[in-house]
């Protein structure tokens, strides 16, 4: 009967987890669709203004409450890699990818760790005293402190850096979420847990993290391409949140070798899938222009990265403006081809000069 409970929390859970990624994927194209419109009207109205950004963001909102719910039920050794859902649908179905991340997810789902415990106040206080997390807890902080001194003091800007930093925030952000959500679920089943002092330190440490997180995220694709980041973060953050799990809530402790192994492959499988889907996303191609004058001719030519491209002769080329495809009239740049005017005071200034030398 309990081993029957223990399964249909992992169900729900992975259920939630599944629906919630699916959620945010469509809400992330829903947005960029939004913001693409944006940028090809001569309007330029904010983002927030739009009813499909809006549509975006509250998809967003029911996503992301799905996971932080999921949590509560499964554990983070399940939910943390069924984020690869997302990515699936947000860089496009790659076949050879698609049916490796799935078959990874059927093992690590199947295989996981089926250890699920009730998170009240008390075992959360037990769970943070013990000297394996608070062993772990140590070498993530140094292992922070270095990476941040290595970042902001002496420049360190490899993508790797960065994403080790948002993969241990991304760990203690996990251990707070399940910890956040286990306690609201049993406050709403009837056993209050909101009056512990843990569950404001929980409820801190996660809000923290996240922004913290986010901020260096956002750091990493301003950098770096954005589907490399996307894959490598996923990479990164899963390993830690796995660990994390491992550690804090003991969660392979009654696990045989075997399903840990098997676990391990699918996660390997699913890591596999999603840097096969991200590698074979065509970048942007990016156009450097600048203009120079053939002065043979007079004409003004606009090179590519040592590419001659001639402009379009239509009457609306001016030297000084670059022609682009947005739909936005160029802005010409006042040419002043007028010879400067020589006064005759000045001219004159010489032949006095000379006058009087004469005389």
Known sequence: MKLLFVFQDNLIGTLLAIFGNFLVSISLSIQKYSHVTLAGRKDQRTFYHTKTWWCGFVFTCIGESANFVSYAFAPLAVVAPLNAVSVLKHYGLIILGYFITAGGTYLFVSFGPNSHEKLEAENIIKHIVGWPVLLYLLLEIILFCLLLY????????????????????????????????????????????????????????????????ARFLSQACKLHDSSLVMSVNYILSTVFAVVAGAVFYLEFNKEEVLNICMYVLGSVLCFLGVFLMTKNRKKPKIFEPYVSMDMSNGVPTIHDKGSVVQPDFNGSFSYGTLVNNDGVA??????????????????????GQLDRKND
């Open 150 to 213: 290595f970042h902001k003091q002496r420049r360190v800007n490899y993508l790797v850096v960065i994403l080790l930093l948002v993969a241990l925030l991304g760990s203690v952000t996990v251990i707070t979420v399940k910890a956040v959500s286990g306690m609201l679920v049993l406050s709403i089943e009837g056993n209050i847990q909101l009056d512990n002092p843990i569950f404001s330190v929980m409820f801190v440490c996660m809000m923290a993290s996240v922004i913290f997180q």
């Open 330 to 351: 160029p802005a010409p740049l006042p040419v002043n081809l007028e010879q400067p005017v020589v006064s005759s005071r000045t001219s004159d200034a010489p032949t």
